[in-house]
């Protein structure tokens, strides 16, 4: 048996009806967005439960350069061996990308104006802060693992990293570091 047809102007005015009452759409927006609410609602209640559990625990105490990394030379080695790597993966790319960045206004040389050659030099801007605040967090591990200290008892923070070396930002930018136990 045929199905009948919807005649042309049929579809047209119920496609009108749609746009230009939405009610069906606003319907369903609500209907999602109350879902997700109550989706949210219960994470973040989760996650105050979990807050008010681990500070409700007096007895935190954070752990020392012993206990949380060992005390055997060939791990730590390892870890530093490690992190190094890393630093110098964010740096190398970092400066890859720097370049290609001022690079890219030379390229397009039927266009270059202004607009472009700002956005070029912000762009490598934010890639260099971006690219130095990775390899500052991997120098300031690198300095942990090497005076063997880690938490703020230890004098092992961020603030003894700065004030013990002064040159700490010349180290950051340093491909080659050598370990020294």
Same mark, same amino acid.
């Given at each position: 048996?045929d199905?009948?047809?919807?005649?042309?102007?049929r =579809?047209?005015?119920n496609m009108?009806?749609?746009?230009?009452l939405?009610?069906a759409?606003? =319907?369903?927006?609500?209907?999602l967005?109350?879902?997700d609410f109550?989706h949210?609602?219960?994470n973040?209640?989760y996650?105050g439960?979990?807050?008010?559990?681990i500070t409700?625990?007096k007895?935190?105490?954070p752990m020392s &350069?012993?206990q949380?990394?060992?005390?055997s030379?060939?791990?730590?080695?390892?870890?530093f061996?490690?992190i190094?790597?890393?630093?110098?993966?964010?740096?190398?790319?970092?400066?890859?990308?720097?370049?290609?960045e001022?690079?890219?206004?030379?390229?397009?040389?039927?266009?270059?104006?202004?607009?472009?050659?700002?956005f070029s030099?912000c762009?490598?801007l934010?890639t260099?802060?971006?690219? &130095?605040?990775a390899?500052m967090?991997?120098q300031?591990r690198l300095?942990q693992?090497?005076t063997?200290r880690?938490?703020i008892?230890?004098k092992?923070?961020?603030?003894?990293f700065?004030n013990e070396?002064?040159?700490?930002?010349?180290?950051t930018?340093?491909?080659k570091?050598?370990y020294?136990?």
């Amino acid at each position: 048996m045929d199905t009948p047809k919807r005649s042309y102007f049929r =579809k047209i005015g119920n496609m009108a009806y749609r746009v230009f009452l939405p009610f069906a759409a606003i =319907k369903k927006t609500g209907q999602l967005f109350r879902k997700d609410f109550r989706h949210l609602k219960g994470n973040l209640d989760y996650i105050g439960d979990t807050s008010k559990e681990i500070t409700s625990k007096k007895n935190f105490k954070p752990m020392s &350069f012993a206990q949380a990394v060992g005390t055997s030379e060939h791990v730590i080695r390892q870890h530093f061996e490690q992190i190094l790597q890393q630093k110098q993966m964010y740096l190398l790319l970092g400066s890859l990308l720097i370049f290609l960045e001022l690079l890219s206004p030379l390229l397009i040389l039927d266009s270059i104006n202004t607009k472009v050659i700002f956005f070029s030099i912000c762009g490598a801007l934010l890639t260099a802060s971006l690219t &130095f605040i990775a390899a500052m967090g991997k120098q300031l591990r690198l300095w942990q693992l090497r005076t063997r200290r880690l938490s703020i008892e230890e004098k092992g923070g961020f603030d003894s990293f700065v004030n013990e070396n002064r040159d700490w930002w010349l180290q950051t930018l340093n491909l080659k570091i050598k370990y020294k136990p």
